[in-house]
Structures are given as C-alpha cells and as structure tokens.
C-alpha cells in the first residue's frame, strides 16, 4: 500500500533525499536523536494554551493555529529554515488542494523570539508538483540515493547509519 506524502517527506526531500528514503521505508532513526528530543520538549512547552497538533488526513500535521486562516510550525532554529518554508508552503498546498483558500502560515522559533510569514503563490504551487514527483520516484527506488556528505550530517539523527 502506497503512503501520502507527508508534510515531514517534504521536508527531509529538501534537506537530504536519502534520509526522505530512509524515512518513507521506516527506518527510522529519530527516537534516538538528541536533536530531535529538544524539538520535542520544545513543541510540548513553547505556546501551551494553543491547542496544538492538527492532524489532517495524516499527512500533514500543524503545529497550532492561532488566528484565523493563519496557521504556525514551531522550529527551533533557522539552520535549514528553507527546508522548514518548503514544508509549510506544502501544508498550504494541501489545504488548498481540499479547497481552503486564503490560508498563510508563520515559523515561529521561539528560541529566536523570531517569526517569519510563509504564502503560497501560483509558481510555489507548480514547484510543489514538480517536488512531489521527485519524491515519488525517490521512495519508489528499491534501494536509497546515494550518500553525499554535507555539513548538517553530523547533527542528522541518521548520522550512524549514513557512514557505516
């Protein structure tokens, strides 16, 4: 049986298309990240009186909504930021696709005490069909794309994995 893509697949897409495979084949390595369990104390403590995680269809998952037509991912920082917008603009792609029209989005990086506003436009919406393709034909691989050491490797949390 065949998964979404999920608003996360975006993500790693963008940041390393061998972790997204890594990923979607569920391997997954992230219970063990240090990286990832600060995120996770973050989500649980940063703007508690927002009702948080709205699951839609299990395949995209936003962090709170706060105001009307705006919704909010929490980051903890801007070290992959692009990769974070991409995501966004994804969840706007989806909501847009089940006929949610004049929705934005901001990343909030509470630890920043910054925010940066996220729109869909007409040439995201063709780049976001072209990236969804590519994905798809990355998890259809029967085997990962090939490693490219990078510089966010040594915070990955399929570091281990990756230089055995």
Same mark, same amino acid.
């Given at each position: ?14 940041v ?24 996770? *104390? *973050?989500?649980?403590?940063?703007? #508690?009186r ?18 009307? &037509?705006?919704? =909010?991912? @929490? ?13 966004? &603009?994804?969840?706007?792609?989806? @909501?847009?696709?089940k ?11 509470? @630890?920043? &005490?910054? #925010?940066?506003?996220?729109?869909? #436009? ?9 990236? @969804? %393709? ?13 490693f490219? &050491?990078? %510089? ?6 399929? =570091? ?5």
């Open positions: 049986m065949e998964k979404e893509i999920t608003g996360v697949m975006v993500y790693y897409y963008q390393c298309h061998r972790k997204l495979w890594y990923f979607y084949h569920e391997i997954q390595m992230e219970q063990n990240s240090d990286q990832v369990k600060i995120g996770k *104390l *973050l989500d649980e403590n940063a703007y #508690s927002d009702d948080k995680h709205i699951n839609i269809d299990n395949v995209i998952n936003i962090d709170y909504i706060r105001t009307k &037509k705006v919704l =909010h991912e @929490l980051k903890k920082s801007r070290k992959i930021e692009e990769a974070s917008i991409l995501q966004v &603009k994804y969840y706007l792609y989806y @909501l847009l696709k006929g949610a029209i004049g929705i934005t989005a901001k990343i909030d990086y509470p @630890l920043l &005490k910054q #925010s940066v506003e996220v729109s869909l #436009s007409e040439e995201d919406v063709v780049e976001i069909e072209k990236i @969804l %393709a590519n994905i798809t034909k990355i998890i259809k691989e029967e085997i990962p794309p090939p490219r &050491k990078m %510089a966010i490797c040594k915070a990955c949390a399929y =570091h281990d994995l990756c230089f055995i």
